[in-house]
């Protein structure tokens, strides 16, 4: 590819890697390392699960990924973190490892990857097994990550779309979406939970981003001082409007800051859902953000769409939808 291409709102169009294969990699992430860019996701079968709720989408293959020296040609390296159909415990397929996030600790200098876990037939269900968080380490970016486990950070409530941020100074955080079924009422907020040093598992220093009650798919970036979280609200698959908040302490004062997409008439974030978002490397703030337009009558032709992130004076952020855009434009 020369450019990032996206067509129009209401088309789906397929991103191919160098083999000429469909990229199928769900709801992940790109990480710089070893001097290279890795993108990463969940590799989802074509077709949903009947009858099994929530667009029944499920992967027996596990989390793949791929490598680019310049973010438009991607070649596939592989899955990192294999399931089988074949497989005893948590890796059972068909299953999800929604949203998965890999950030690198310079400290144990490995990479550590989380997700939001759900086993399958489990569909965001509440049973052990159905709400988790999952962690896997390797110490190669794309190598076979090892399996550790999962868990259900802080008081133990269920746990639903999740990402990980990693600060300048090394700090990392797991964001997710909580969930609290008390009483017949229903609490999500989006929590902040500090990281132990080694990534591994979560600390129990915490903040709830009031702001973020009801939303989820956070993707996050940073500027001068400035963190900003573009979220959707929940309604599964369905497109539905972005909205950011901005904080300049990651574990307080989260205010919101409205849709940052221009120009979204239909209020449905240009069709799309919001991923991760990453820095291009060698610059100092011009960062893409990831979003996905999700086919459900066939996940192999979900669309990705990659659109630069605009900071205003204002130290607000928007998105603008582009057909088709390419990187020099931002460079
Ligand atoms: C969405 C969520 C995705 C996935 C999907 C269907 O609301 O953001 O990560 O969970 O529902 O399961």
Known sequence: ?????????????????????????????????????????????????????????????????????????????????????????????????ERPKIIYNEKTKQYVMWCHYVAYPGDHGTAPGTAEAGVAVCDKVNGEYKWLGTCRPLDGKFVRDNTLYKCEDGTAYYIYDRHVIENGKEDRCLYAVKLSEDYLSCTDEYARIDAAYWREAPAIVYRKGKYYI??????????????????DNLMQDWECIGDPCIGDDTKTTFNTQSTYAFKIEGTEDKYIMMFERHNTENFLECSYVWL??????DETISLEYKKEWFLEEIL
């Open 230 to 247: 573009v979220t959707s609200d929940l309604t599964g698959w369905n497109f539905n409007q972005a909205k950011a908040f901005r904080t």
């Open 1 to 97: 590819m020369e450019s990032f291409k996206h067509g129009e709102i209401t088309e789906f169009v397929q991103w191919y890697d160098t083999d000429g294969n469909i990229i199928n990699s769900s709801d992940g992430g790109v990480i710089f390392a070893e001097g290279k860019y890795h993108w990463y996701g969940q590799a989802l079968q074509a077709k949903p699960m009947a009858g099994k709720g929530e667009g029944g989408a499920a992967t027996v293959v596990g989390v793949v990924m791929y490598e680019s020296e310049d973010l438009l040609n991607w070649k596939y390296e592989g899955v990192i973190l294999p399931v089988s159909v074949d497989a005893k415990g948590d890796l059972k397929a068909p299953m999800r490892l």
């Open 308 to 313: 630069p992130v605009i900071f205003n004076d």
